[in-house]
């Protein structure tokens, strides 16, 4: 019986990952455009740093619950793999968030780490992905900008773990 259900929660799991991604986008670029939602937000530019990964994921979750426990309403296995995929996009996010404003040389999945260069460049209307740059491509704000610079290579080198986790 367990086995019968593996490929649905696959299925719902990598849903929710891509999902999540698109999400966090939209979330990013509706920041920017709206003064009442985006307050906070601004701060975050002000002080150009995150929260360390564990209240970045926190923020994730807190923000998503209900979302993230919709589907267990189609199936237990629906809804236990839209959960996980929740769930690890929101960790990988609060880290690649994380890592992206304090060793954003080290993020390797990106040709350039979207989130550093929104901000060193101040482009409010560019470059909003988080984890990925997927929808900055699909959605036509990805602005290529000079990377890595001096400022980044003469950075000294630092572990992939090596970030404020609190």
Known sequence: MLMAQI??????????LIFSSLVEYWIHRLMHAS???GARHRDHHR??????VLWEFWDYVRGSFIAMCLPFLV??????????GALVYAAFSAYAH???HENPT???????PVHYVHHKYGLWEHNFGLGVDWWDH????????PWPTAAETSQPDRGYLQLRWW
């Open 35 to 37: 003064e009442r939602i």
């Open 47 to 52: 002080r150009n740093e995150g929260q360390g």
């Open 106 to 112: 080290k993020c390797f999945w990106m040709k350039m």
């Open 138 to 145: 699909i959605f036509g704000t990805y602005k290529p900008m």
């Open 75 to 84: 199936s237990i296995a629906a809804g236990m793999g839209w959960f996980l």
């Open 7 to 16: 490929p649905t929660l696959l299925i719902w799991f990598i849903a929710a």
């Open 98 to 100: 994380q890592l992206q």
